[in-house]
């Protein structure tokens, strides 16, 4: 293993390697719609797993519904030793109609604008409204794009970044609070932590239709197809 992967890796290894169990509750998330009109408590929502009837929805549903540059939380439909961090492990952004701007992880380790299509896979999808407003969009497209090509790591390695420190730096670039807070028990910013952030507004619940016990609603819309070239 070359140095710059193992200096990268340490983080990780040590939390694997000194954690007795998972390091959050042994989530399975299988949201269900409740009363429609309310609204969501994000610090809620993934032990609750109640939703109002007119916010869960499906995948796509949620996906076309986002408002271009807001926050979204991934979510598997499980916790266990290959997702410790808890069920929603990744958090990204709406870009486009079809396209997300993030970093992922060591399978697609390059910060970029990439096709809605590859998140398709998790269970859940939530957007989040995390303050952004269309005329910060461009600015807010300009740090992404500064960001592009920065390598993913999990250590505080300086211009490189993993997925929750990648939307920070958005945000920051349009003077809004972190998307993520910095989690000092784990030393990292945790994804789901999301939900914690002050203010923050859950717009939707998405819910991949294909996955077991998913509620189904309205699966008339189609899968994110690739953006046009």
Same mark, same amino acid.
């Given at each position: &293993? +070359? ?5 990268? /890796?340490?983080?990780?290894?040590? %939390?694997? !390697?000194?954690?007795? =169990? ?5 989530? *399975? ?5 409740g009363?429609?009109? $309310? ?18 929805v499906?995948?796509?549903? @949620?996906?076309?519904? %986002? ?28 870009? =486009?109609? #079809?396209?997300?701007? #993030?970093?992922?992880?060591? =399978? ?7 096709? @809605? ?6 269970? @859940?999808l ?9 005329? &910060?969009?461009? %600015? ?12 993913y790591t999990? %250590? ?19 003077? /809004? ?9 784990? +030393? ?6 999301? !939900? ?11 819910? +991949? ?7 189904? $609603?309205? *699966?008339? @819309?189609?899968?994110? =197809?690739?953006?046009?070239?």
């Amino acid at each position: &293993m +070359n140095a710059r992967l193992l200096f990268t /890796l340490t983080p990780l290894l040590s %939390a694997l !390697l000194g954690a007795c =169990s998972l390091i959050t509750p042994d989530l *399975t998330l299988n949201f269900q719609p409740g009363p429609a009109g $309310g609204e969501i408590d994000p610090t809620t929502l993934l032990h609750r797993q109640i939703v109002p009837a007119d916010r869960l929805v499906t995948w796509q549903q @949620a996906f076309d519904r %986002a408002p271009v540059g807001s926050v979204i939380l991934t979510c598997w439909k499980d916790t266990d030793i290959t997702n410790f961090w808890g069920p929603c492990s990744h958090v990204t952004r709406k870009y =486009s109609a #079809e396209q997300v701007a #993030e970093t992922y992880n060591f =399978s697609r380790p390059l910060a970029g604008v990439y096709p @809605a299509r590859l998140e398709a896979h998790y269970y @859940a999808l939530i957007v989040l409204d995390t303050g952004v407003k269309p005329e &910060m969009l461009d %600015a807010l497209w300009k740090a992404a794009h500064r960001l592009d090509g920065k390598f993913y790591t999990l %250590a505080n390695v300086p211009d490189e970044y993993y997925c929750s420190t990648y939307q920070n730096a958005l945000q920051q670039a349009v003077g /809004l609070p972190d998307a993520v807070p910095y989690n000092s028990w784990l +030393n990292i910013n945790l994804p789901s932590d999301a !939900l914690k952030v002050p203010g923050v507004k859950v717009l939707w619940v998405g819910i +991949n239709p294909d996955s077991p016990q998913a509620y189904r $609603g309205d *699966t008339s @819309a189609q899968t994110v =197809s690739d953006p046009v070239h």
